[in-house]
C-alpha cells in the first residue's frame, strides 16, 4: 500500500476522485479496488495492477489479547514491526516504527542492536496504522491514538514523521486528534526545537533515563552529544512556546538509576516544570536486570512525595516481544 503512489496514479483524474479515493481506503477501509465501486472500471483495474492495497503481514496475539504485533515486509524485502495496545477503558493505540533499526544505540534497548538498516516512508508508517485499522475495523472499532515509540528514532526522519502526523490527522483521512498523537525521542535537539513550531500540538515524550550526565552516559550514547542541561534548555523553550506538558520517560535498570538519591536527583532535575514522569520497567534484552516492582513503586513515591507528577507505564505485549525496547526483527535478534 503505497498513499504517493496512489496519489501520483490519480493526477491525471478529476479533482474529487482523491476525495472518492480517500473515503474508501481510510474510513471504509477497503482492501480491495475491485470494492471501490464509485471509480470507474477502468481506473480501478489500473490501480489494482500500479498500486496494490494489500499490507504483507504476520501477526502475533499476546496472551491477553491486549496487545497484537505485527511484523511487516516492505517492498524492498525489510521487515519492521508495530504494536496495537487495547487498553482496557476501550481506546486502542498503534505504536509505529519510523526507522528500520536504529543507529542511537541505547545500551538497554533491542532495536538499537540491528544499527541503522534505513528510514521509512510516509506510507510505512501509514501502513503499519492501516493494518490495525483495518484489523479493528471488523469489530466496529477504531484507532483512537498513536505513539511514535516503535523502531528507531523519529527525529532521526522529522520531515516524515510530521508527513504521517499530517496524515493521520487528516479528518478525510485518519481524522486522528493531535493531541492523540504522540512523538518519544531519545533528546534530539533540533527536533524539539523544530517540533515547538509545528501548528499541529502534538505530544512530546522524552526518554531521559537518568538524573545526571553520568548515568545517562551509561545508558544512551546521544548524553555524549548533549548535556541534561542543554536538554533541559531546549525542553524549556519549548514549554514556553506550546504552553504543552512534556512527558519524561524514566526506564527502571537495577543498580544503576534506580536508587533513592536518583529519585530526589529527578525531582530537582523537573521540579517547576510543566510536565510528568513515566517510569517503564526495564523489559530484559540481555544486558540488565530490571527493577522489582517494589523498587518501581518506590521511585514512584519518592517522586510524588517531592511534588512530580508521575505515572507506571503499563506492560503491553512481553510475551510476543512487543513491549517497549523488545522490537527488532527476527534476523537481528
Ligand atoms: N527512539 C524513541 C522511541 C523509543 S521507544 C525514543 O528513544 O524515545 C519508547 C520508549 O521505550 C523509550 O523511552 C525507550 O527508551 C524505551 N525502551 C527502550 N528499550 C527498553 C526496554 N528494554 N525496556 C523498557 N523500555 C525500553
Redesign the pocket.
Known amino acids: 500500500m503505497d498513499w504517493h503512489n496512489i496519489q501520483t496514479a490519480l493526477e491525471g483524474e478529476p479533482g474529487f476522485r482523491l476525495k472518492q479515493v480517500k473515503k474508501a481506503l481510510f474510513v471504509d477501509l477497503i482492501d480491495d479496488w475491485d470494492k471501490v465501486t464509485v471509480l470507474p472500471k477502468k481506473l480501478r483495474e489500473e490501480l489494482a495492477i500500479s498500486c496494490p492495497l494489500d499490507i504483507p503481514a504476520q501477526v502475533f496475539h499476546s496472551k491477553d489479547e491486549a496487545t497484537v504485533k505485527v511484523l511487516l515486509t516492505l517492498s524492498d524485502g525489510v521487515q519492521i514491526e508495530s504494536v496495537l495496545m487495547r487498553h482496557s477503558t476501550g481506546r486502542n493505540t498503534v ?1 509505529v516504527s ?1 526507522l528500520v533499526g ?1 543507529p ?1 544505540g ?1 545500551t ?5 542492536t540491528m544499527g541503522l538498516v534505513r528510514k521509512l516512508t510516509s506510507s510505512e508508517i501509514i501502513a503499519q496504522v492501516l493494518f490495525f485499522s483495518r484489523l479493528l475495523s471488523k469489530e466496529n472499532e477504531r484507532v483512537g491514538s498513536i ?8 527525529f532521526l526522519n522529522y520531515d516524515v514523521v510530521m508527513d504521517t502526523v499530517r496524515i493521520l490527522n487528516d479528518p478525510e483521512m485518519f481524522s486522528i486528534g493531535a493531541r492523540h498523537i504522540s512523538i ?4 534530539i535537539l533540533e527536533g524539539i526545537q523544530k517540533l515547538a513550531e509545528e501548528s499541529l500540538p502534538v505530544n512530546l ?3 531521559l ?1 537518568g538524573s545526571n550526565d553520568e548515568v545517562r552516559k551509561q545508558l ?1 550514547p546521544i548524553a555524549r552529544t548533549y548535556t541534561l542541561k542543554e536538554l533541559m534548555t531546549v525542553i524549556d523553550g519549548y514549554i514556553e512556546k506550546t504552553h504543552r506538558k512534556v512527558m519524561f ?1 524514566y ?1 527502571l535498570v537495577e543498580g544503576i538509576n534506580d536508587k533513592d538519591e536518583h529519585a530526589i536527583e529527578l525531582a530537582h532535575l523537573l521540579k517547576g516544570k510543566l510536565c510528568m514522569v513515566n517510569l ?6 540481555g544486558k540488565y536486570t ?1 527493577t522489582t516492582e517494589q523498587g518501581v513503586e518506590r521511585f514512584k513515591k519518592l517522586l510524588r512525595k517531592n511534588g512530580i507528577e508521575v505515572s507506571i ?1 503499563f506492560r503491553f505485549g512481553r510475551d510476543i516481544e512487543g ?5 527488532a526483527t527476527k534476523s537481528s535478534k
Open positions: 505504536c519510523t536504529c542511537m541505547c538497554f534497548c533491542a532495536t538499537a505513539v511514535f515509540m516503535g523502531m528507531g528514532e523519529p518519544s525521542t531519545c533528546g515524550a522524552i526518554s533515563h544512551m520517560e526506564l517503564i520497567s526495564y523489559n530484559e534484552t530490571a507505564r513491549a517497549c525496547g523488545q522490537l
